[in-house]
């Protein structure tokens, strides 16, 4: 079976039709989600979502861009999510600079991933790190606030040098569509030094849509191309890169096996 590492079910494409998105793509394999919250809005309705479905996990935190607009008491309504049985990771958090060039809004995110990982480790849950445009920051930031249960470095972009000081931290590499894009040689030569036993497969959904069907809307239902993609770079079969991700993913998140 496939899981779906990093899906966004709560968006407002899919969210009044999780059933019928559920059901396309366990007719291609995947049958396994984690669902994750981008703001307090998002994080709730990833907890109601995986409430729901007992196929579906719940990842619940504010997205690096979104952190300028987050109140404190959105801090403390995330933290009480965080015990319910159907949440497995503190997510997606972490830092964007790709359009936010302002340094006080920069330093802000660095203080709300530090305040993240903090939770994570006072609740025990790997986290979810969004990194564009800051990946020095990001592993810097990382080192000096170490994670206790690791994470995933979710659409990793960061280049092959960094892969080795990652696994060295714990954490795992979120591989997506962009490995299939046909202008995107960085991110197959990242994959190629990853460790198949650090690799997780995610759909990213409704963002970041495989070849051959870039352009549309993401779907979980694509992710096997991502995971032919990542099997002709490693010289190994699909079944290989389905099974080591399955394990990779059961091992990080602490869930049930399948």
């Keep these: 079976m496939i899981i779906d590492s990093h899906s966004h ?70 933290e009480g999510l965080i015990n319910n049985p159907r949440v497995v990771a503190i997510g997606e958090i972490g830092l964007d600079f790709a359009y936010e060039k302002d340094h006080a809004e920069q330093t802000k995110q660095v203080e709300y991933f530090v305040k993240f990982i903090e939770l994570a480790n006072k609740y025990n849950k790997p986290i979810c790190v969004h990194s564009r445009d800051a990946i020095d920051l990001t592993y810097q930031t990382l080192k000096a606030h170490p994670v206790k249960r690791g994470g995933v470095m979710h659409c990793y972009a960061g280049g092959r040098d960094y892969v080795a000081r990652y696994v060295e931290m714990g954490f795992y590499f979120g591989v997506g569509g962009t490995v299939t894009f046909k202008n995107a040689p960085n991110v197959k030569a990242a994959v190629s030094v990853m460790p198949l036993e650090r690799i997780l497969v995610e759909s990213d959904a409704p963002y970041l849509t495989p070849e051959p069907y870039r352009g549309r809307p993401n779907h979980s ?29 059961v091992k990080l998140f602490g869930v049930e096996h399948f």
């Design 221 to 249: 239902k694509f992710i096997p191309f991502t995971i032919e993609e990542v099997a002709k770079i490693h010289q190994t079969s699909a079944e290989n890169v389905t099974k080591k991700t399955t394990e990779n993913f």
């Design 9 to 78: 079910l709560n968006h407002a494409s899919f969210i009044k039709n999780v059933d019928q998105y559920l059901a396309e793509a366990t007719q291609v394999g995947v049958n396994a989600f984690l669902c994750v919250g981008w703001d307090l809005k998002s994080s709730l309705e990833a907890v109601e979502i995986a409430s729901k479905y007992s196929n579906v996990y719940a990842a619940v935190g504010v997205h690096p861009s979104d952190v300028k607009s987050m109140k404190h008491e959105d801090l403390r309504a995330i």
